[in-house]
């Protein structure tokens, strides 16, 4: 076998003079919740009070980068109004969505302000006239959004939509986003076949710390270069680590599976991003453009495989679903590894002595351990792996995630990735 050539840029010398530091002092560096609610949380929040004249209808806030409403896991009550807490401070887009409804001003811009509450009355009516659609994909199990609202997974049919123009778009982990301009007329149902394109999903493993002079910089290098990506584009996990020395509390909480990590690819200093197994970006220098780059590289490279994250739930207790993976060559030296990662953690006051207060996409735990999962599947054969989780109290059930991938196990190379970010 071909081994891929591994390449690695040398880092700016910026931590070193951190090393001095012996002893610091840790402020606030729970990361425990209260009603999944960071405990401490920093000052630029608010809230959102929502009232209907319908109850079920589900409560949906803010166009993610695939151009999907972000559901909030709310429903709104005729009697009563819904709160959506911890809403940042700003402007923010409000919709509802119940079948045969539709809201009467359509989505609605709300202005948060910091430690108070906005008030909305959102009213809906019922549809006088209704069309269908009915949507397949190959591969099937894709999810559909009509106009930004996700309705379910291919092939589906939906019974209730207002007469007019949407935008349909099909997604699907792995694949090429497809989306569609349609014109229904009432009392008719219209079809809509797609073939999805397969792609490959870039895997961003970030080694950082909150005592890295450094990490703060390439973090938000990272958050900018995200903004501009699609989520099929792009999967993250932030290692916390011990360099350049213990102390950090998300590093301390996942000590195990963190250090693992720095082992597996001889991490020796921070920030360091690995890119897809093989590609080293170390320090802040330039770090977009090099990202960039190593993006362009590995998209050139067809996928030998697909991933795919199937029926993901949790509960109180712990988290679970299933991954699918498709092997369009003989899968026979590759492990698979499960990260749940936390998507946004904040802290009151610095955990560390670099002053970052925010951290994103921080491994909490692997599955089913550090090593990962050892898989054979045969070229032109799938299988499907059940995966459940438990859930530690400090995690913030709102803000978890699950990143899956698979991994030459010679060359380290990353041959897919998924999360449920986008599923």
Known sequence: ??????????????????????????????CRTIDGVP????????????????????????????????????FTSATQSVRLDSV?????????????????????????RTGQASQLYLPMKLLSTVSGLLVSSVPESAQVLVDGVPVGFSPLRV???????????????????????????????????????????????????????NCPEADAIQEDLLKELHPSDVVVIEYHTAIPFPGDPMYIAAKRDNDARVRFYQINSTPVIVVDGILFEEGAAELKSRLLQDLRERKRKAPIVALEIQNFFQNEGSIRGRLKVA??????QAVLLVAVIEKEIRFANPPGINGQTRFSYVLRKLWPTSQGLSLSVPAGTDCVIPFEIKKEADWNRDQLHVVAFIQDVWTKEILQAAWTLFP
């Open 39 to 74: 405990v401490g949380l920093e000052n630029g929040y608010g809230s959102i009070e929502i009232t209907s004249n319908v109850d079920s209808a589900r409560i949906f806030i803010d166009l993610n980068q695939s151009g999907r409403f972000e559901f909030t896991g709310k």
């Open 327 to 332: 092997a369009f060559q003989d899968l026979r």
């Open 1 to 30: 076998m071909k081994i891929p050539l591994l390449r690695k840029r040398l880092a700016m010398p910026g931590d070193i003079f951190m090393l001095v530091f012996s002893f610091v002092v840790l402020l606030s560096s729970s």
């Open 159 to 213: 019974e209730c939509l207002e007469a007019g123009p949407h935008t349909v778009s099909v997604h699907k982990s792995n694949y090429q986003p497809f989306e569609i301009q349609v014109n229904l007329a009432g009392g008719k149902t219209d079809t809509i076949a797609v073939v999805l394109s397969l792609k490959r999903t870039v895997l961003f493993e970030h080694f950082t710390s909150s005592n890295c002079a």
């Open 88 to 112: 940042p401070a700003g402007h923010h887009t409000v919709k509802l969505q119940k079948d045969c409804y539709q809201m009467l001003s359509g989505e609605i811009s709300v202005l948060v």
